[in-house]
């Protein structure tokens, strides 16, 4: 074999190789396995009932000074 025919299919296999490297990186990861896995809706009422946790007291004690205030006058 002479040593342009060699260098020609040292170039091919490049070639192959990198298109094929594009052509897998240009799907991306596929993560529907661990994202399938977690029911959202119950992420989502977990958030809003820590967010009521924190908010409902603040609001209660709000209220209070403002019903103290009318009953002082």
Known sequence: MSKFN??????AAALA??????AAQ???PDFT???SA???TTVGAAILA???LMVVP???AWGAK??????RG
């Not at 403002?66 to 009953?71: E, R």
């Open 33 to 35: 396995t661990l994202t």
């Open 38 to 40: 977690v029911n959202f």
């Open 26 to 28: 240009a799907t991306g």
């Open 58 to 60: 603040k609001v209660v």
């Open 17 to 22: 190789t990198a298109s094929g490297l594009a």
């Open 66 to 71: 403002k019903v103290m205030g009318f009953i």
């Open 6 to 11: 060699q260098t020609k299919i040292a170039a």
């Open 50 to 52: 820590i967010a009521a």
